[in-house]
Each structure stands twice: as C-alpha cells, then as structure tokens.
C-alpha cells in the first residue's frame, strides 16, 4: 500500500462543469503525476509536479489544469468538462529516486454526460 | 515509433502453467528502466517488477521474472504457476530521460491475460 488516496473515485458529472479530482499520499514523495486511461491507449501523462507550486505538462495536457499548494495533495481540475474526458484518472507518485518507481492510487472513473 | 509495444492484446493460459508476455521498446536513451504493472478487473495499478537498463541479471519477484534481451530490446515479462488470481490486464511500461527526477513514463496498451482452470 504507497498511501495514495483519490477522491471521488466515481463522478458523473455533466458536459461544461467544472470538475476537480483530488489526489493524496501520505509518502512524502516529491514527484505526483496525473494520468487518463482510456481503452488502446494505455496510461497517458496529463500533467505532472516536482514540488510545491512546481507542475508541467504531459502529453495530453488541454483543458486539464493541475495545482499541489502541499507536498501530500496534487489536484486536477477540468475547467469545462467535455464527454472526451471520460476516462478513468489515476494520480502516481515517485521519489525522483535513480531507480524509481510510480506507485499508482486506485482510480477515479469519471464520465461526462 | 511505438515507444513501448506489446502485441499480444489477449492471451490464455493453464492454471500452473508458465506464460510469457511480450514486451519491445524503442528508445536511443543508454540509461532508461523497464516496468510491468499489473491491473485486475478491480482497476488499481500494481507494480510488479522493475529492471534497468544497466543491469546485468534478470529481475525477479516472486513468480514473476523480466526476461531482459538488451540488443533486442525487448523485456518479457514471465509468470511462473498461473494462478487464478493472475487474470488481469499487464502494462509493459519504460522510463526514459534523466536518471532520477522527473522520470518519463510511456506505458503500452496492455496485454489481457486469463488463466484457465
């Protein structure tokens, strides 16, 4: 168990309202990341932090936003919510070790209807 | 250039058999390191087992063993004695770049596998 909670792990939520995703480790861990799954494409990077106050995009990063105010919280937040950002969202975290590792929390299934 | 492919979308095998789960990747990076994660029908993400580049053995955990080929860049992942409980889906995944820090994670689409009874 990395101590990686997310909250809600289920949302329904309706095509233009904002949506915030909530991640949280108990770990310490410098490094937390956001990723969608979605079927054939695997994992993909949104947005990733290396420290408080310190993000940067991944590769599927339009009209996600991510903020980290604490070493333990990384939220994304959906400005405008689209049907195409129904997926399933799993937060990740790391100690920017040299032989790292993402230790995955359980989830978040969101559909926009 | 698919980074990580895995050309096996569904696979079965026999309770207790061995199965073996392709795995290439494509990367010029000399230092990068190779992960298989394992997803049941619950959906959690779990880590199995890692191997980098520079190492020379094959990482084990368990019943479960990488089967590094370097100049053919592939990284097998080995289940030893199926069990029931290994029906799931297995991401193949590879962290390219620096060394620590931020890690650049690109993971493939997966490879569903069910054990027989």
């Known amino acids: 168990d990395a101590g990686i909670t997310q909250s809600p792990r289920h949302k329904v939520t309706e095509t233009g309202t904002p949506v915030t995703l909530r991640c949280h480790q108990t770990?310490?861990?410098?490094?937390m990341y956001w990723y969608r799954q979605d079927p054939g494409h695997g994992l993909r990077l949104i947005h990733y932090s290396y420290g408080v106050k310190d993000t940067d995009k991944g590769e599927v990063s339009d009209g996600y936003s991510v903020s980290r105010s604490k070493t333990e919280d990384f939220l994304l937040t959906l400005e405008s919510a689209t049907s195409s950002q129904t997926s399933v969202y799993f937060c990740?975290?790391?100690?920017?070790?040299?032989?790292?590792?993402?230790?995955f929390g359980p989830g978040t299934r969101l559909t926009v209807l | 250039a698919q980074k990580i492919t895995q050309t096996q979308p569904g696979m079965f095998v026999q309770e207790k058999e061995a199965v073996t789960l392709d795995c290439t990747y494509d990367?010029?990076?000399?230092?990068?390191?190779l992960f298989w994660y394992k997803q049941p029908s619950s959906g959690e993400m779990i880590f199995l087992i890692y191997?980098?580049?520079?190492?020379?053995q094959n990482a084990t955990e368990g019943r479960y063993s990488l089967n590094f080929q370097k100049a053919r860049k592939s990284a097998n992942l080995v289940i030893s004695a199926s069990q029931l409980g290994d029906s799931a889906m297995y991401f193949c995944a590879m962290r390219e770049g620096v060394s620590g820090g931020y890690q650049k994670v690109t993971f493939g689409t997966g490879t569903k596998l069910q054990v027989i009874p």
């Open positions: 770990e310490n861990h410098r490094y």
């Open positions: 191997q980098g580049s520079y190492d020379e």
């Open positions: 990740a975290i790391s100690q920017g070790i040299s032989t790292d590792t993402q230790y």
């Open positions: 990367t010029s990076d000399q230092s990068y390191g």
